[in-house]
């Protein structure tokens, strides 16, 4: 018996599940201690609300800050309502340590009072130190699919899976259709060295690594130490049913630095870092198909819709002024997808 | 060169724009002769098509001399005289192959506007908002033409700008609009609109065939030109359509039912008002009236062919009465190469002479004033051509002097 083979690259699932490519989704635990401090907001808001001279009382705070009891109480209740209300209450969780920060600092500022009672203070401390640790611990769990950034697209071309992995593997091409990228160098031994176009002529640079290649298949690479930017991606090429071509998935994640690299970077990827990548693989398959980039009058500075301009002419500095203009066809390549041209001769007409 | 601009809501304007050079391997540079405002042209007017942007150049029925091609247009010269279909497409997609051109996957860069607005993209198409892809429109002096090895079509001396000229859109269209009936002998076809594509379309479902046609409109001069080409009329400002077409046709209804009206439809009474508040309110983008009593007419296991221009959503769309009596709807912006070559045959065998359709012909430069008398059917206005070589005085004293009334 044949021993099936092995793919160590995919899911192969065959039932869609939209969550495949987040792999950073909140933990169960995270919310599940969300979900019991948002009882306890509730409970101790409500409480603050409702009795402030009682909680002014444990916690050996001056009954004249009822007041301000009250506005803690309708601020737990908020952020209870938060955890309730959001799926990923992440966002919540963090606003409730900004609370216990809040009340930390209120107890100190009680401390100093003259009718303060410290050794009640000194308890109250306490519990709110430990629900803060609590609420930390809660908050970085369910924030930890937010660290890195996803991107997903998918096209279909009219190619062959080997033909298009080949231009693919050539990683020199990718500047071609990658709307951000200015140049790959290839290394040598699956290494690349990549640089991404940032605003105001700054520049985003990295060294990859191929970690899985198969070809007419799936290639994978992720970037090495001491990149600008850490970042990894997959794109997978599939024979379309039918033989219509192929499809290409695109999966690219990046964990976006700090500082001004870090801003570079997101504006890099801008707001829709899907939509980008399906520009992107727009582009791809115009070039596959059709052998360069397709431009209309008002797409010459881009497709976005701050991109936009008239739909005229351009003037000839407005084309200077067009980076990716005009499309950059190597002499004599023809697309891949172009087969023997059968000239249209229109059909005939039912008389 | 001078180019005709869309400005705002009814602000249209010819200015000074820079001239259009080549930008891709397959664009050709065409020489403008004649160009033409088409009733779609109105929407974007009115304003009723989203991602306009001021300076946007109007115009996607257009033909003239090729001046200059890129180096991979094999099969056209310098000196040619063409005809360009409105839908850009690229010839070698999925859609192409397929001869539905105006789906092309290709030729529109902002396919995400369509994404965004339709689920998919459509292609690109020349002068027609953002949406389509941004491509400035042949009501100008010159146009860049892309995927000029597919699109543009060679024309004969022998046959004037008018003849041709219509290839681009409007005859496609009205003809597709009857093709998508599968007329039959005998068949008895009702169409709404008699504006320029359903004239087409009147006198294309004879040419397929049909028994009788049935026309609508409200617009006297449009009627008389129906009636010209064969059709027996409905004027709806005075009868009721539903009872006066089950009154020709024996309470069965009409084979198949041709919406030749699209999204700014006029009806009487209060469903106009209705529909009006609701767009007004963008409750719906669409005054979809025709479409509505098209459905209503049409006879049981019957065919709706929708070729009138939709843009967004409507509303109370009689889904029951096409789902329980077995109605096919077919629908589509026409797939023009298609239809380019076959019908430029009929027109050289003399089977139909598309000039009959036009009413005013006039300037460029006056292109604002022809956009207001087609709007507003003034003047017995149905089809306005502009020529960019024609002697324009680009002011309103010159407009008496330049239009020719036929």
């Known amino acids: ?351 | 060169m001078r180019a005709n601009c869309w400005m705002g809501k009814t602000m249209v304007s010819v200015q000074d724009v820079p001239d259009p050079q080549i930008l891709n391997q397959r664009d050709a540079i065409v020489k403008i002769s004649s160009t033409a405002i088409c009733g779609s042209d109105l929407h974007l007017y009115n304003a009723f098509i989203p991602t306009m942007v001021a300076g946007d150049i109007l115009g996607h029925e257009f033909m003239g001399e090729v001046v200059e091609v890129g180096r991979e247009v094999t099969n056209l010269a310098v000196g040619d005289r063409v005809v360009v279909p409105f839908p850009i497409s690229c010839g070698r997609c999925f859609f192409c192959k397929q001869q539905m051109f105006s789906l092309c996957e290709n030729s529109n860069p902002n396919a995400w506007m369509g994404e965004k607005m339709f689920g998919h993209a459509a292609a690109g198409i020349f002068g027609y908002s953002h949406l389509t892809g941004g491509y400035a429109g042949g009501q100008a002096e010159y146009a860049r033409v892309p995927f000029a090895d597919v699109g543009p079509i060679k024309v004969p001396s022998g046959l004037t700008d008018e003849q041709v000229l219509f290839l681009s859109d409007i005859f496609p269209t009205g003809y597709m609009g009857a093709e998508m009936c599968d007329i039959k002998p005998g068949d008895t076809i009702a169409i709404w609109g008699c504006g320029p594509v359903g004239q087409f379309s009147i006198r294309s479902a004879f040419l397929l065939g049909a028994e009788r046609v049935i026309a609508i409109d409200m617009v006297p001069e449009r009627l008389q030109m129906a009636q010209a080409g064969g059709a027996e009329t409905i004027n709806y400002n005075e009868t009721n359509v539903y009872e006066a077409l089950m009154e020709m046709t024996g309470g069965r209804g009409p084979d198949a039912c041709i919406d030749d009206v699209g999204m700014e439809a006029h009806a009487p009474g209060a469903i106009h008002a209705y529909d009006r508040i609701k767009q007004a309110m963008m409750l719906e983008t669409d005054r979809p009236h025709a479409l509505r009593e098209a459905i209503m007419c049409c006879r049981n296991g019957g065919i709706i062919s929708v070729i009138g221009v939709y843009g967004g959503v409507i509303d109370k769309f009689p889904i029951g009465s096409v789902m329980n009596r077995s109605l096919t709807i077919r629908t589509g912006q026409a797939h023009v190469q298609r239809y380019m070559r076959p019908l430029l045959q009929l027109i050289e065998n003399g089977d139909i002479d598309p000039s009959f359709v036009v009413t005013h012909t006039m300037s460029l430069e006056d292109a604002a004033h022809g956009y207001e008398i087609f709007k507003h059917k003034q003047d017995n206005c149905i089809k306005v051509v502009l020529k960019p070589g024609m002697n324009g005085r680009a002011s309103t004293m010159a407009r008496e002097d330049d239009t020719i009334i036929h």
């Open chain 1, 1 to 351: 018996m044949a021993a099936r083979q092995q793919d160590t690259s995919l899911s192969n699932a065959t039932n869609y599940s939209s969550q495949r490519f987040q792999p950073g989704l909140p933990s169960e635990n995270g919310k599940r201690l969300a979900r019991g401090l948002g009882w306890f907001s509730l409970g101790l808001g409500i409480t603050e609300l409702l009795a402030p001279k009682f909680i002014a009382s444990i916690s050996g705070v001056s009954p004249r800050r009822t007041g301000m009891i009250r506005l803690y109480g309708l601020r737990e209740i908020a952020s209870g309502i938060g955890i309730f209300a959001q799926k990923n209450p992440a966002q919540a969780m963090w606003s409730r340590v900004a609370g216990d920060v809040m009340d930390l600092t209120s107890l100190g500022i009680a401390c100093t009072a003259p009718d303060a009672k410290t050794g009640r203070i000194t308890f109250a401390t306490a519990n709110v130190l430990a629900v803060t640790a609590l609420d930390v611990i809660a908050a970085k769990q369910l924030s930890g699919g937010k660290k890195g950034v996803h991107a997903s697209a998918s096209c279909i071309v009219n190619a062959q899976p080997e033909e298009v992995y080949r231009f693919w593997r050539e990683f020199t091409n990718l500047p071609r259709f990658m709307e951000h990228l200015e140049s790959v160098t290839e290394l040598g031994e699956g290494r690349s060295h990549w640089i991404a176009k940032g605003p105001a002529g700054m520049k985003v640079e990295w060294d990859a690594m191929i970690v899985a290649d198969e070809p007419g298949r799936v290639i994978t690479w992720r970037s090495l130490e001491n990149s600008d930017v850490d970042n990894a991606g997959a794109v997978r090429f599939e024979a379309a049913a039918g033989g219509r071509g192929t499809i290409i998935k695109v999966n690219i994640q990046y964990n976006p630095p700090g500082g001004v690299v870090g801003a570079t970077v997101a504006k890099l990827f801008g707001e829709e870092p899907n939509q980008q990548l399906e520009d992107d693989l727009r582009r791809f398959k115009q070039v596959i198909e059709l052998g360069e980039v397709v431009v209309s009058d008002a797409t010459i500075f881009g497709v976005g819709y701050f991109d936009q301009r008239p739909a005229q002419p351009p003037a000839p500095g407005e084309l200077e002024r067009a980076e990716s203009l005009p499309p950059q066809v190597p002499a004599g390549e023809r697309p891949l997808g172009r087969s023997a041209e059968e000239p249209f001769a229109g059909r005939r007409i039912q008389q």
